[in-house]
Structures are given as structure tokens and as C-alpha cells.
């Protein structure tokens, strides 16, 4: 893996569904992000731990312990974390210290950018009542993810061994299929009208695995993906721009992702990612 000679400075960086304990988790990318990026204060919306696959098998590795030593090491060294936990996280809401050695756990937050904009920031399982498409279509949809999570994984590795970058079968299966893009977009809606409704700028959320930037009626929807399938996060400018970027084997080695070159590149949607070569 190619590592770039300049860290990416940024004033905030958003992280979430990272699923440390289960085997999807790519945390080689993820540690190499944390180890590259800059920023004074980081969010973490939601699952950065998987409780629902560690009851299911144990999985730890020294990759999984290294990125809550590196997130340990930030918030002592003076950047503001942040942890607002999220579904498969969910036992850390009844946390009753609002702080652990040094990092603020919170349900949700409200960050104000540079350029004044409120966001609100939460996990996003909160709209999943508005996202339902019924029982079988739910279970069938959770059992058909799962799977192709773990041939993905399979895929990769051969990937690996025959000198091609990362792609996400996965995410190209999900978007093959119009259930899962209605979805999507339920739940894009009922984020939107969340922050409508409390009068704010925008929201920034994770939850369903699906890296977004966009203006909607007003209104800023960012969504800053995963560490499963896509391994995005969201950066916040000094200056207050916005930008989704992604940070697997192909990225880092064609150094596309440093954020902010031209300080241009708020708001818009995000260019579709290039099919497996």
C-alpha cells in the first residue's frame, strides 16, 4: 500500500459503521486513514463496534485493537472525539459516563461548520420505521446482505493475490436492485425532514451503508458511508467545505484521495465509483 508523503488537514472528520468484531471490517484502510488525516475534532456516528457479530463469534484481531488505541491516542492528545453510538453499538447509549478517557459519548450532536452551517449528526437507525418495506422483503434483504458481505470478502482475496485494487461486490449488487435503491432513498427523505423539522442546515449520518453528499430542498444531506464495503468518511475544510472521500488500495496508491485541492468540491454528489477492472 502506497502511503502519501503529506497528511490531508482537516477541521472535522466524520467516521461511522466501521463494525470492528465482525470479519467485513476493513481496518487496514481505516487505520491507514487515521494515520493520514488531521483534523481537530472526529465524529464516530454509530457501529464503530459490532456487538451483534462478536455474539455470534468472536472475532478481535490486532488491527480491530489498534484503531480504538489510535482513536484513544487522538482524544488525548487534545482532538475532541466524539462517539455517538449506533445500533449494533447500541449498549453504549445506556453508558452512564458521558465520557471515557477523554471521548465524549453523546445520542446525537449538533456541529456548527466553519462556515456557520448546523448539521445535526446521529447514526440514522432512528428512520428505519420510515425506510420498512415489510417483514419478508426486510429479512430476505438481511439475509441476502450478509451473504454477499461475506463473498466479498472471498472475492477481495483473490483480488489481493492476483495484484487487482479492492472493489465492493456488494455495493454493485445493492445497486442493482430497485428495492434497495427505494430504500435508500426513504431514507435520505426522512433524514432531510429530521433536520427541517429542527430548523437546521443539515444532517450528517451513516446507518445504511451508503456514502452521499447533496443538497435537497435547503437542505445538506451527508451520509459518510462505511468501513465494510465502501471505506469512506466524510471531511469538514478549515474553511467549512464538505467532502465525501474514499480511502481503499486504489485510491491511496493513485493519491486521489486528498481532500480539498482546490477548495471546491462542497456539496455535489458524488461521482460514480469505476467498475471492477
Not at 64 to 80: C, N, P, R, T, Y
Not at 123 to 138: A, C, N, S, T
Not at 155 to 184: C, D, P
Request: charged fraction near 25%; proline fraction near 3%; charge should be positive.
Amino acid at each position: 500500500m502506497k502511503h502519501q508523503t503529506a497528511p490531508v488537514v482537516a477541521r472535522t472528520l466524520f467516521i461511522s459503521d466501521v463494525h470492528l468484531g465482525s470479519k467485513d471490517c476493513k481496518a487496514d484502510f481505516l487505520l491507514h486513514l487515521l494515520q493520514s488525516v488531521k483534523a481537530e475534532k472526529i465524529y464516530i456516528v454509530g457501529d464503530l463496534v459490532d456487538f451483534w457479530a462478536m455474539k455470534k463469534q468472536m472475532f478481535w484481531p490486532a488491527k480491530h485493537h489498534e484503531i480504538i488505541q489510535s482513536l484513544l491516542a487522538k482524544a488525548q492528545s487534545g482532538v475532541e472525539v466524539i462517539y455517538i453510538p449506533g445500533n449494533h453499538d447500541g449498549a453504549m447509549r445506556k453508558y452512564r459516563h458521558p465520557n471515557v478517557a477523554s471521548i465524549r459519548i453523546q445520542r446525537k450532536a449538533i456541529h456548527t461548520t466553519a462556515a456557520g452551517k448546523r448539521l445535526l449528526v446521529l447514526h440514522g437507525d432512528e428512520f428505519d420505521e420510515q425506510v420498512y418495506l415489510g417483514r419478508w422483503l426486510h429479512f430476505i434483504g438481511d439475509k441476502l446482505y450478509y451473504f454477499l458481505l461475506a463473498l466479498n470478502r472471498h472475492v477481495n482475496r483473490m483480488r489481493k493475490w492476483t495484484g487487482r485494487y479492492y472493489w465492493s461486490l456488494s455495493s454493485y449488487v445493492k445497486g442493482q436492485f430497485a428495492k434497495a435503491e427505494l430504500a435508500i432513498t426513504r431514507f435520505r427523505e426522512a433524514a432531510i425532514q429530521e433536520a427541517k423539522k429542527r430548523g437546521l442546515d443539515g444532517i450528517v449520518c451513516g446507518h445504511i451503508h451508503q456514502p452521499d453528499l447533496r443538497m435537497e430542498n435547503g437542505i445538506i444531506y451527508a451520509n459518510d458511508g462505511d468501513w465494510v464495503e465502501h471505506c469512506s468518511a466524510l471531511v469538514e475544510s478549515e474553511t467549512g467545505e464538505l467532502e465525501l472521500m474514499y480511502w481503499t488500495d486504489a485510491e491511496i496508491a493513485s493519491a486521489s484521495t486528498s481532500a480539498f485541492p482546490d477548495k471546491n468540491v462542497v456539496l455535489t454528489e458524488p461521482e460514480k465509483r469505476p467498475q471492477a477492472a
